[in-house]
């Protein structure tokens, strides 16, 4: 009996009464924003290796622009009708802020020189960077 119970809820996928995925709540955006500073500032995360350290204070008002915008990117007239719905969401958000987050690391290196090269990355193609960069300058 109770498993026929849990399968019939399985099947539903409905959400009980006041949890829902989408939209995230203030405390889940204000984690983003908080994981958003720590990826820019931290040396040894995977952007600061390739794209530089950017500091705090612009991290801090970048991450906030970059939540943001992906928010409003993917805004729904509300709360999602479905599970599926709202993961879907939470992905095309996830995916956005992603997007966002390394846009942003690209345009601080156009603005602030070529970066580091990525080990495995051929001779070639960081070359071409660094010599379009200094024929501009």
Do not use: H
Not at 25 to 50: D, G, H, I, M, N
Not at 55 to 63: I, L, N, V
């Amino acid at each position: 009996m109770a498993q026929e119970n849990l399968e019939s809820t399985n099947q539903t996928k409905t959400l009980p009464v006041g949890l829902s995925i989408w939209p995230p709540t203030q405390r889940t955006r204000e984690a983003v924003v908080r994981r958003l500073v720590e990826t820019l500032t931290a040396p040894s995360s995977v952007l600061s290796k390739r794209f530089g350290v950017v500091p705090t204070s612009d991290a801090e008002s970048a991450a906030q622009a970059i939540e943001e915008e992906a928010l409003a990117a993917v805004s729904t007239d509300g709360s999602t009708e479905s599970v599926e719905e709202g993961i879907k969401t939470l992905q095309l958000y996830s995916k956005e802020v992603s997007e966002r987050l390394l846009n942003f690391a690209k345009s601080r290196i156009s603005k602030e020189g070529d970066a580091p090269p990525l080990k495995g990355e051929d001779e070639e193609d960081s070359g071409s960077v660094v010599n379009s960069e200094s024929t501009s300058a």
